[in-house]
């Protein structure tokens, strides 16, 4: 008789590992939904999930750029400060010389500090963290020079009509959000430099014996996750008319806590952009919640930073598996 082979494990353990943080996540997100929903009978109302869409367009944006930058195995704690500064930007100069010189100055603002933070983090060997640190600061008081402390309002109509409108009832900044994450989606899974990002955020000095030119690529995750800063500070300008310097503030920490907990790592080489969404989902879902249920504002950090608590666990515990 001829022998039977039984499939090796290892056939299907690469398969589950993938598929481990997007069931975690998904779970979570079934569960939150269910539990708000009975604790709160105006979380279903179509006004309160209209305006949850259009609230979490911003974080949905710089998270994936985030995701992006994370794969790579590094971070950008600056994306808040630069939404703030890039949205003050846009203003002050729309309101001088028109839309156009507006968003497009200000988008220029994410690259060029993103290129400042690749070169500090590749040729000065300086720690991601460290060096956004830095960049944050540096873009927050730039954005209170702009705005001098105050309220930067009356735009045009024309602009504000980007953020405040709806598509099929369906707000046009979150499908905006949506349009981002495909294209993130073909640049991560279609792409040379997806690839390089991966095997960057795995092993850096794997991919350079295998002629990625690793610095690189760091730097241009930078600066891609600096545009989306920028970016999504124009359409968080539109969407609101106004904007002051502390806008953004505490950011950065959630959109890497909906990143993890959207399953990418945190030491890098593994993740998946479309996962982030449910990532952001899960804390725009928490903050709402607690919103509607007429909770202390200040219990909302409280919130914030437990999830960032339980992202890094579930992290930990999602790398275990991967081994097991």
């Known amino acids: 008789m001829p022998p039977t082979h039984s499939p090796a494990p290892s056939r299907w353990r690469e398969p589950l590992r993938q598929s481990y943080g997007l069931i975690q ?15 709160s009978p105006r979380f279903l109302s179509t006004t309160n999930i209209t305006n949850l869409m ?29 939404v703030a500064l890039s949205a003050a930007v846009s203003a002050w100069l729309m309101t001088r010389y028109g839309i156009a010189a507006g968003v497009l100055a200000s988008l220029l603002i994410g ?25 944050m600061m540096m873009a927050r008081s730039l954005a209170f020079v702009i705005t001098g402390g105050r309220v930067i309002a009356d735009l045009p109509d024309s602009f504000k009509a980007i953020g405040q409108g709806q598509t099929f009832g369906i707000p046009t900044p979150f499908l905006i959000a949506l349009a981002t994450y495909a294209a993130g989606w073909v640049l ?23 002629g990625i030119r690793a610095d690189r690529v760091k730097l241009l995750s930078l600066m ?34 909906a990143v ?36 202390d504002i200040f219990w909302q950090d409280f919130a914030t930073g437990a999830i960032i608590v339980l992202a890094v666990l579930l992290d930990a515990l999602q790398k275990r598996v991967g081994r097991a």
């Open 111 to 135: 690259p060029a500090l993103g290129v400042v933070n690749g070169v500090i983090v590749t040729r000065g060997r300086i720690p991601s963290f460290i060096a956004t640190l830095g960049t």
């Open 188 to 210: 991560m899974t279609r792409t040379a430099f997806g690839k390089k990002v991966y095997a960057v955020g795995a092993n850096r000095t794997v991919a350079m014996l295998s």
């Open 260 to 295: 993890v907990i959207g399953g990418t790592s945190l030491y890098g080489g593994q993740g998946n952009i479309l996962r982030t969404i449910i990532g952001v989902i899960i804390i725009a879902l928490i903050r709402n919640f607690l919103n509607l249920s007429r909770i």
């Open 224 to 257: 891609i996750v600096g545009f989306t800063s920028s970016f999504a500070g124009n359409l968080l300008l539109s969407r609101i008319g106004a904007i002051q310097a502390d806008t953004g503030r505490g950011l950065e920490f959630e959109v890497i806590a």
């Open 54 to 82: 259009a609230q979490m367009s911003v974080n949905l944006i710089v998270a994936a750029g985030m995701t992006v930058v994370m794969i790579g195995g590094e971070f950008d704690i600056s994306v808040g400060s630069v």
């Open 25 to 39: 996540a998904f779970a979570v997100l079934i569960l939150l939904v269910v539990i708000i929903s009975l604790l």
